[in-house]
Every structure is written in C-alpha cells, then in structure tokens.
C-alpha cells in the first residue's frame, strides 16, 4: 500500500498550487480520500474530504471556497487545487485513505506560502 504526495512547494499568497496523491495497492475506488495538514506547532487539522460512492466533498471552513479536492478513481489519483493562499495555509499536506477500519496515510508534501 503507498500513497505519495506530491505538487507542494513555495508560493506567493494569492497564488495557486494543486497537490496530488497517487495510490496503490489497495481497492481505490472503495475508499474515502481526504488532505489534512499540520503546520509547525499544531495538530493535523483536517482540510477536504471526497466521499467514494458518490464524490460528495466537504471543507474545513478555512478553505471552503478556496479549496477544491477531486479524485480519478481510473487513474488511481487524487487531488487538491488550492488557490487564493494564505500564509496561514503554510503546512505539511498530507492525503489519507480510509474505509472501515483500514486507514493508509502518504508521507506529506510541504506547502509554503510567503512573499
């Protein structure tokens, strides 16, 4: 099982960035994706999450409008455009995986938002 994040990086605010979660190894389409983050000195918070069976999403109301999460369950992918950041959206993003008891976490992608 792995999920790899990837797309983060420095961005001035009121700029853009779009992270993506490859998955593998497990029944994709069966599961919940979500992005959390964790910035320095704070617990992980959760940020979207994209249900399986129907793709219904719901936001931390931070980055309700902001935020746009979407998976590709042919491809095995999801993803997180971000845009109209803010300093404050500076943190580790990470995507996570869940259906009943099975939960798989990727290794984070660090997001820096900064002029």
């Known amino acids: 099982v792995q999920l790899v994040e990837s797309g983060g990086g420095l961005v001035q605010p009121g700029g853009s960035l779009r992270l993506s979660c490859a998955a593998s190894?497990?029944?994709?389409?069966?599961?919940?994706m979500s992005w959390y983050r964790q910035a320095p000195g704070k617990a992980r918070e959760l940020v979207a999450t994209?249900?399986?069976?129907?793709?219904?999403?719901n936001y931390a109301a931070s980055v309700k409008g902001r935020f746009t999460i979407s998976r590709d369950n042919a491809k095995n992918m999801a993803a997180l455009q971000m845009n109209s950041l803010k300093p404050e959206d500076t943190a580790v993003y990470y995507c996570?995986?869940?259906?009943?008891?099975?939960?798989?976490w990727g290794q984070g992608t660090q997001v820096t938002v900064s002029s």
């Open positions: 996570k995986a869940a259906f009943a008891w099975d939960e798989y």
């Open positions: 190894g497990f029944t994709f389409s069966s599961y919940v």
């Open positions: 994209i249900n399986s069976a129907d793709s219904t999403v």
